[in-house]
């Protein structure tokens, strides 16, 4: 009775090891996390940081691996891949997230001439209007929004030989957009000339005179020498994005609440210093151009005046519910 005894305690003390050592809350987890931007960005440090702070923060117990510049794949691709679990973890636009099925709602983000700045899209986006809406985006995704945090370059205008003061000045504008109706509705209304061209033919299309503007943020326009084909700049930040950190749904229901809150905090600290980084990044790239272009501020509440009703007669119950672009433009006040 006595050798049962201590052979059954032998017994339930390895079960006991064993146990403890497949406890999910104690395995080490590896996650993939895969964003666009190329490895000297802001993107590429912030995510950086923010394995950092996760490895030290879980003692080791979670680690983050990061692969930049689309080496998982553009962005719809990375979606694809966290909804299947080939990738945990994507850095990206909370823009983005409006093209994935499900996940509409998020194109009011693009609204162009919506937010004035980053803290009131931020402040607007985690209150308590884009809660519920959030819930059912991140259910019909399969994604999950672990922190809306990081800012990005504002898209603004720049002309070759026309200044835009107001909205009166697009009238007969060749200006290349990316790929969006609301942008082209946007410019046709305001009697602009918007044509789709791609980014790497942007230089020489410029250079040609095939459109005679175009709409990035002052950084690309440094980076990819766009000043020296390009007179004017307009300072309008007319669409704002903001760097988000997405967990594919079935991970992060194997994380412990405890993991969770450590991947929160830290995707709270890593965005601010993304923000932190393109703040001055912008002062620079702004700075630098200055010498060599004119730098115009255009009246934009002329712009957003001549907006007015476009959004709501094309977009509104098709993207986002009716109402919630009145709802935003409220909280704005």
Sequence with gaps: MKKSTIVLGVILFVLSLLIYQIS??????????????????PTHLAALRFAEIVEKKTGGEIEIKVYPNSQLGGALDMFTGMKTG????????????????????????????????????????????????????????????INMNGDTSPR????????????????????????SAMVRAAMTKLEAHPTVIPFSELYMALR????????????????MSFYEVQKYLMVTNYIRDIETFYLGMSRSNSLTPAQQKILYEAAEEAGQYETELTIKAEDEALKFLSTKMTVIKPDLDSIRKALEGVYEEQFEGKYWPKGLLKEVRAMQK
């Design 156 to 179: 603004q205008l720049t002309t070759r030989d026309k200044t835009v003061n107001s909205a009166a000045d697009f009238k007969g504008l060749k200006i290349r957009i990316a790929e």
């Design 24 to 41: 999910p809350a104690e395995a080490k987890v590896t996650l993939k996390l895969g964003h666009i931007r190329a490895e000297t960005s």
């Design 208 to 223: 040609q005179g095939v459109v005679d503007a175009q709409e990035n943020g002052v950084i690309p326009v440094k980076n």
């Design 86 to 145: 080939a990738i945990d973890m994507v850095y990206g636009g909370i823009n983005t997230l409006g093209w994935i099925k499900g996940g509409e709602v998020y194109q009011i983000t693009a609204v162009p001439f919506l937010f004035r700045s980053y803290d009131e899209m931020r402040r607007i986006l985690l209150s308590p209007l884009f809660k519920p809406l959030n819930e059912e985006a991140e259910k019909a995704t399969g994604v999950k929004i």
